[in-house]
């Protein structure tokens, strides 16, 4: 037996779900922003710095008091030394590791891993920080609080802590990504929201950030050439925001101001060179001039 079914009614269209007329809601439109984001975000800072200092007493509590195993081990004995470490070099961690020298306390091994600390608390800071504005975003209220639930999480893993508690130059590679992800975030949202009174401000954020994005890359390079896997994402993905966005690529100044801070980033290889042609101590990485 043949049933006639009743043609079904599409569903009426809402203001809310299509924004102007019923058109289909922009890629970039922002999130329902939570009512609280502003005081949220006004106590985030706040909650980053106790966290963080809460991760590096942590971290230099449980570090080593003396020389770790294994490039640990390498990366004491350069610092000390003032030697180069095996290519790449690492200079800008070695030459964070030789202005931790200066502390008065400590063995110069343990200043050396008290490096690694700092770089986790930072890391971690980071990742409270870009968890607070996500949660924020997307209209969670006490998005503050309940961003030290993931940070937390990551700053307390057994790996993590256990990599953030010697010389490794992984750490510093955690939170120049961090802080990249930050960053990327903060990009994302100078490319959301745009109106005609805001457009030329917006851009001016997305081009300020976009420096600060070329130096974070330098940075990366000069202490661990694994992070480029991950910038080339971020940097494609702010790519893609710009285009669709502000529909086009920077002009050949901000372009050029871009290349300039990327090689500002860069800067710390000057510092491998320095130490190869400086006195060396035994045990350097061969004659690198």
């Not at 007329?21 to 949220?40: C, N, R, T, V, Y």
């Not at 091994?109 to 600390?117: D, E, F, G, P, Y």
């Not at 925001?241 to 500002?264: E, K, M, Y």
Request: charged share 15%; hydrophobic share 40%; with cysteine.
């Amino acid at each position: 037996i043949e049933k006639k079914m009743a043609p079904r009614k599409p569903p009426p269209v809402t203001g809310k779900a299509g924004g102007g007329g019923g058109k289909k809601k922009q890629l970039l439109e922002p999130f329902q922003i939570a009512d609280d984001f502003e005081s949220e975000a006004k106590k985030a800072p706040w909650y980053a710095l106790c966290l963080g200092l809460a991760c590096h007493a942590s971290y230099a509590k449980t570090a080593y008091p003396t020389v770790p195993p294994g490039d640990a081990a390498e990366l004491c004995h350069t610092v000390c030394s003032g030697t180069n470490m095996h290519p790449p070099g690492y200079p800008l961690y070695l030459m964070l590791a030789r202005v931790y020298q200066m502390l008065p306390y400590g063995t110069s091994a343990w200043r050396t891993n008290l490096v690694s600390c700092s770089c986790g608390a930072l890391s971690v800071a980071f990742v409270f920080l870009l968890c607070q504005r996500w949660f924020g975003h997307r209209g969670i209220r006490d998005s503050a609080s309940i961003a030290l639930l993931p940070a937390g999480l990551i700053a307390f893993g057994p790996l993590f802590w256990l990599y953030h508690t010697q010389a490794e130059v992984f750490s510093l590679n955690n939170a120049i990504i961090s802080i990249s992800l930050y960053v990327a975030h903060l990009y994302k949202e100078a490319c959301t929201g745009l109106t005609d009174e805001n457009r030329g401000k917006k851009a001016y954020q997305a081009l300020v950030l976009a420096r600060v994005g070329a130096l974070l890359v330098g940075l990366g390079l000069s202490n661990q050439h694994a992070c480029i896997f991950y910038m080339l994402i971020i940097v494609l993905y702010c790519i893609t925001l710009d285009l669709t966005s502000h529909q086009q690529l920077p002009n050949p100044s901000s372009f050029a101001s871009l290349v300039v801070c990327g090689l500002i980033g860069l800067a710390p290889y000057g510092y491998t060179v320095y130490q190869a042609y400086s006195p060396r101590g035994p045990g350097g990485w061969g004659d690198q001039r």
